[in-house]
């Protein structure tokens, strides 16, 4: 899996017709620093667009997430709107159930690098593109986040990032400036980490780097699908839980990463193709369930991420999910 991070997700809410050019103008100025061509970016404005506008002419409302990394930049349109009864009839072109053209979702899918849908009538629906640069390599792992801040601040407290098989989520004592100091340089330690560290040294050498912060909650994961197995190492409330079977809950010691924690250790747990690694800050809801989402462990990380972060976001605190499944 190829190094994937990203501390906070930008977006944009979108409601009214003017919403679509502000949404265009802030996703082409993210992708600005990017080595993309003008026909990329011209796709890119069409797929922003298209998904912009579907929010406002089929669910009267919803989000727009973005992000941007040297490989590419990722949208995730979100709405609760009257959702699809057939999302295949819904995706050829010039079908329309608003008296549009109905170029929109036909269009997204052609112009993406990678594309995925979830929807359910009166349920709303969550259509992630991805506009890839340079070739891309199928990798065994696969990984999707969402990452928001606390509804009052401009920058986001959890941090969360994904290096091979390893994926870490950190989420900064209370939210701000200060708890993005804190998960920030979590952040870079684990980029900057060697992978053959085991994972308690990794939480030690992470607990003595943010003794200079405030410190926070903080988990590891180690997907070893050769052996069938992941490991989990976390200290304070960062949320782990498998999706197979069964859901499965995975434990983390009590303490503050960076002020105190106890003994540091790694649990191990079943992995196999059908499991799902879901991580998650306390900005989530930690009762949620996928039972009333049929088909969504099928659908790409992202999806599923963007869908957990939507029904079951507490919406006083930075709210992180990250999801990683087999290709």
């Known amino acids: 899996m190829a190094l994937k991070a990203s501390p906070c997700r930008q977006s944009i809410e979108i409601s009214e017709p003017i919403h679509v050019d502000a949404a265009r103008r802030a996703v082409v100025r993210a992708a600005s620093a990017l080595a993309g061509d003008e026909q990329w970016f011209g ?6 667009q298209e998904l912009a506008r579907n929010l406002v002419n089929h669910a009267g409302q919803g989000t727009l997430l973005f992000s941007a990394d040297e490989q590419g930049i990722e949208l995730l349109a979100v709405d ?37 849908i979830y929807s359910q009538p009166g349920g709303g629906t969550l259509v992630r593109a991805r506009l ?11 990984s999707g986040a969402v990452s928001t801040p606390h509804p009052a601040e401009e920058v986001c407290g959890d941090g969360w990032a994904v290096k091979g098989s390893r994926v870490m989520v950190c989420d900064g004592l209370g939210h701000g400036h200060a708890a993005h100091a804190a998960s920030s340089r979590a ?10 560290v085991p994972l308690p040294e990794l939480m030690q050498r992470t607990h003595r780097v943010l003794s200079s912060t405030r410190g926070g909650a903080m988990a590891f994961a180690e997907i070893q699908a050769d052996r069938g197995q992941v490991l989990f190492c976390g200290v304070g409330n960062i949320a782990g839980t498998l999706l197979a079977d069964r859901s ?3 434990v983390s010691a009590n303490g503050t990463v960076g002020y105190k924690v106890g003994r540091i250790q790694t ?48 919406g006083n605190d930075d709210a992180t999910v990250v999801v990683v499944k087999s290709e």
Request: with cysteine; charged share 20%; hydrophobic share 40%.
């Open 248 to 250: 499965r809950s995975m």
């Open 187 to 196: 952040y870079e330690l684990f980029l900057d980490h060697d992978p053959a």
């Open 80 to 116: 609760r709107g009257p959702g699809m009864t057939d999302v295949a009839r819904c995706l050829a072109d010039n079908y329309s159930t608003a008296g549009t053209m109905g170029a929109g979702l036909g269009a997204i899918r052609r112009m993406s690098d990678g594309f995925d």
């Open 132 to 142: 890839a640069l340079g070739a891309q390599v199928p990798e065994p792992l696969i």
């Open 43 to 48: 796709r890119l404005t069409v797929v922003v």
């Open 267 to 314: 649990f191990n747990y079943p992995w196999d193709s059908a499991t799902v690694l879901v991580m998650a800050s306390d900005g989530i809801g930690s009762k949620w369930s996928l039972d009333k989402y049929p088909g969504i462990l099928a659908r790409h990380p992202t999806i599923i991420a963007g869908l957990i972060h939507r029904e079951f976001r507490r």
